[in-house]
């Protein structure tokens, strides 16, 4: 089992930056990727960015330019620098961790517990 601790988010004005931080922890062997996705109300959870093990990095086209995702393997922590802050994107965001618990386990899924953003002047 892994357990996800999210922290960084609040209350920010448009133009404004937040710095979230997900910190993994528990049978960890590996792991494999690391990003975040977020959800509005009435809207479906959507991918913001996602981290390889070799750097590699995925970004949602409404984030481009904006965001940056990076990780700290030494502590398992991913960070999502969040600058010129716009007010669509409040929304909880939430931390995902795919890793295997073993040199002969499956890959799983690991959720954050949600970290709320909200950008309004």
């Known amino acids: 089992q892994v357990h996800l601790v999210e922290s960084g988010g609040g209350l920010v004005q448009p133009g404004g930056s937040l710095r979230l931080s997900c910190a993994a922890s528990g049978s960890i062997f590996r792991i494999y990727s690391m990003g975040w996705y977020r959800q509005a109300p009435g809207k479906q959870r959507e991918l913001v960015a996602t981290i390889g093990n070799g750097g590699t990095t995925n970004y949602a086209d409404a984030v481009k330019g904006r965001f940056t995702i990076s990780r700290d393997n030494a502590k398992n922590t991913t960070y999502l620098q969040m600058n010129s802050l716009k007010p669509e994107d409040t929304a909880v965001y939430y931390c995902?961790?795919?890793?295997?618990?073993?040199?002969?386990?499956?890959?799983?899924?690991?959720w954050g517990q949600g970290t709320q953003v909200t950008v309004s002047s």
């Open positions: 995902k961790v795919v890793s295997s618990e073993s040199t002969w386990d499956r890959f799983r899924t690991y």
